[in-house]
Every structure is written in structure tokens, then in C-alpha cells.
């Protein structure tokens, strides 16, 4: 007998063409509508939710280094309330609590610097494009005639008689306050320092491509450009410092893993320095005054992604020695020497998790001005200004009996007597 599989195939398919078009009619017409579930919207997380939690830090060494730089048992927390918010009567000389502020200059400052003659502010004010130097009464000179408007950067020679500008657009000139010579250097060059004698400079030069990405160093003016360390396209992570005893002229460092990166110290003549572990991310670095040690800010997952205060031995045999956490949490841009063994720092009162990731988290944040010792690694509270400031940049004259600071919110320059 021979099977229609057509005629079965057919009759299948009419089957099920009839029960799914009886469900159909039943689902629109017959079957009841579940009540509606209600549900209730959590509130939205904030941003910092989405940053790592913060971790216990493991005790004792951390990582292989060179030197045997010692750790503390523990951080100490800032104080969270000062004597700004309990009402006290400020002090005319600081002496660690409220402490008058004088407001020397209302000008939109931008990188000021300690003058040559150990007291004055020498400063370039954004509004009119001008250098000025402001003396200890609060008077303003302006240091030349000559206007530059719209400067990114500026990189003030040590004996701050020149400073190298740098524009958005890639132009560089170098200005000589004492002749009134302008010089224009190439715009492939970026991140300029002098060296301590104020006659070299150490830049980036960047290139089309990445072979062609160099650490470079020449004369003031540009000649004699010497290619120091091909940089390739980690050139993010070189930093231009020529260190004060003219062994360094740049740092580098390489990722370890997210908390941990090595340092090296770069030289101009293909020196083999010693490299040192430093213990986060987003460094920021200060040579003391000699250039022996060097102080620096990094953030981890140990410090809840806020920048943490770290000092460590920089020079010959000893780099990577005596590294030792301060208890700091602040940035090393907010910090100035007094002495080789003395700086003193602006210190946020608290910090959101993640402000060392982005520093605009604590742009409003009052901060009050600590002494920090760092042979000893001991801090005091030194000053708590009458206003509640954002510091920029810290001051302090030759003869350290004045601090002076910025403001981040206004760029206004103020006085602190430490003496």
C-alpha cells in the first residue's frame, strides 16, 4: 500500500492552523488579566557608587624595592571638624588653630611662584595676559608690558627671570622678563622644565607616530636638541622634572598592576638609576630642595581612589630607601617646602570617595594648612585660614614667616603669618 505523506502532512498542519486559532479567541475574549504588579523604584545611586569599594591595606612591606623604606602602622585621619567651624577667634600669627587671612590680590592668578628675592609672588593673571609681581603689602607691578592671552601653561625658570608658555593650540614661547626677549619654539614639544641653572630645558617632543615620541633636552632657545629616551606611545607616563642636583631630568613610570606602579628616574646620559615602587595612581611629584627625596601623591583602592601623601629617597644608591607613607590625604601640588625637611601642605577637612580619580569632586572642599616633618613623618595642624578656601597652590617665603596661597574658586592671592 502506498502512504500519501502529502495528504497526512496537510491534515497535520489544518490541526494545528485550528488550536491556534482557538487560543487566539480564547486569550482575547475568555482569559482573565492578572492585577498589575506595582513596583517601587529604588533611588538613584549616586556616581560614586559606581567606584571600587575601599579595602582593607595589607601591613608590612610593600613589594619588592629598592632600599627598606619603612611603612606606618596606620593612617591618621585629618580632623573633620577645625576651629573655623566651632567659632574661635582667629589668630594673627598661626599657631594650629583659626588663623587670620589677608587677601593680597584679587587678580585671576595663575601659576604663581615664589620671586627671586625670597618674598615676592611673581604671578600670570588670566584676565589681562600680563606677569606681575606682588609684594608682601599687596602691591602689584606688572613684571613687563608685554600681554599673552590664552596660556595653558607656564614653567617659571629657577631664577625666574624667563618662563616658557604653552598654548592650547600647540605654541610655545619662552619670554625673558630681564631682556624682554621672545623666542617661539616648536609646537611638537610640550611639558617644558628648566634645568637648575636656568640655561636648559627638558620637553616631549611628539611626533606623527609613535617612534617618534622623545624625551628631549636643549638650550633655552631651542638649539642643540638632544634626544634623551624614545618614549614611544607611553608617552603619557614620562614626566618632565630636571630634579635641583641635576641628576634626574624626567620620571617615568610603568604599571605594576591597578595599585602599584615602578618608578624610574631618568638621566641625560643613559644612567642606570635605580627604580622604586610607588603605591597608586595619578602621581603628582615634588623634589625637595636639594633633589635628595622626593615627595609625591598617589591614589588606590587602599586610600578609597583619594590621593595619599607619600615621601621617598631619590638620589644615587638611595632611591627607593626610607619610602614611608605621611597620613596625608592630599594632592602634592597643594604642597611647598619651607626646608629640605619641612613642607607644608593644604588638607582637605574630608574628601569624597574618588577624588583622587577626579579632583573636580573636591573643588568645593575647605581645606586647613598642615606642617608636615619629613624625617620623621610626623604632621601638626599649623594653620585653619578664616574663610573657607580651596587651595591651589602654597607659598612660603625664604624667610618662612609667610604663607602665601590661591584660591581655586577665584585665583585670589592670600597671606597666612607663620611668624
Known sequence: ?????????????????????????????????????????????????????AKVGASGAVGADAGTGKLPS???????????????????????????????????SFAPTLGDNGADIYFYNRNDGQFYRLNGNGQATALSDKKFFNVARV????????????????????????TGQQLTLPKHWQDFDFSPQSTQIVAKSIGLNPENNWLITANEDGSQARAIENLGANYPAAYSSWSPNNLSVALFTESIDFNRQRLYFIGQNDENFKSTTIEGRGPEFKWTPSGSRLLYSVYSDATNLNPSLWVVDAQGENIGANRQSLGIRTWADKCAF????????????????????????????ADSIYKIDLTTGSYSLAAVPDGAYNIQTIIVSADERQLYFTDGATGNIHKIRLK
Open 1 to 53: 500500500m502506498v502512504i500519501n505523506y502529502k495528504k497526512i502532512i496537510l491534515i497535520v498542519g489544518f490541526l494545528l492552523g485550528c488550536l491556534f486559532i482557538g487560543y487566539l479567541i480564547y486569550a482575547l475574549f475568555f482569559k482573565s488579566t492578572p492585577p498589575a504588579v506595582t513596583t517601587e523604584t529604588p533611588p538613584a545611586a549616586s556616581s560614586l557608587a559606581q567606584l571600587p569599594s
Open 338 to 365: 619651607s626646608s629640605e625637611t619641612v613642607a607644608y601642605c593644604a588638607v582637605p577637612a574630608n574628601l569624597p570617595e574618588g577624588a583622587g580619580l577626579f579632583p573636580e569632586l573636591a573643588q568645593n572642599t
Open 74 to 108: 596606620g593612617e591618621k585621619a585629618a580632623p573633620s571638624e577645625t576651629p573655623r567651624s566651632l567659632g574661635q577667634e582667629a589668630a594673627v600669627v598661626a599657631q594650629g588653630g583659626l588663623t587670620q587671612t589677608t587677601l593680597l590680590s584679587s587678580l585671576a
Open 155 to 178: 614653567s617659571w625658570a629657577a631664577n625666574k627671570q624667563k618662563a616658557m608658555m604653552e598654548y592650547p593650540d600647540g605654541a610655545n614661547i619662552l619670554y625673558n622678563f630681564q
